[in-house]
């Protein structure tokens, strides 16, 4: 959705950023040992996915989930090239 009051740009930061360092921080929680959120986190984005799904069914669009692991948090010993499309 588009302001008409205001002129969008792609350069204009999404967030302030304290709170994008609060989203970071927010995310490294996954990599701590024993993070006690992690359960609650994990069902938060299965169920905002089971949303999204049933909103695509109901309009009859397909909808693909694709995870993107960051760079640096990918085990070497792990990589390999995907397989061609068959």
Same mark, same amino acid.
């Given at each position: ?40 986190? /994990? ?22 989930? /694709? ?20």
């Amino acid at each position: 959705m588009i302001h008409k009051r205001r002129r969008y740009s792609d350069d204009a930061p999404t967030f302030s950023r304290p709170t994008y360092i609060k989203i970071l921080g927010g995310r490294a929680n996954v990599y701590t040992v024993g993070w006690e959120g992690l359960e609650d986190s /994990v069902n938060a984005a299965v169920d905002a996915i089971k949303r999204m799904a049933d909103l695509c069914q109901r309009r009859t669009v397909p909808l693909v989930v /694709v995870l993107i692991p960051r760079r640096r948090s990918s085990t070497p010993s792990c990589r390999r090239p995907c397989p061609p499309p068959t």
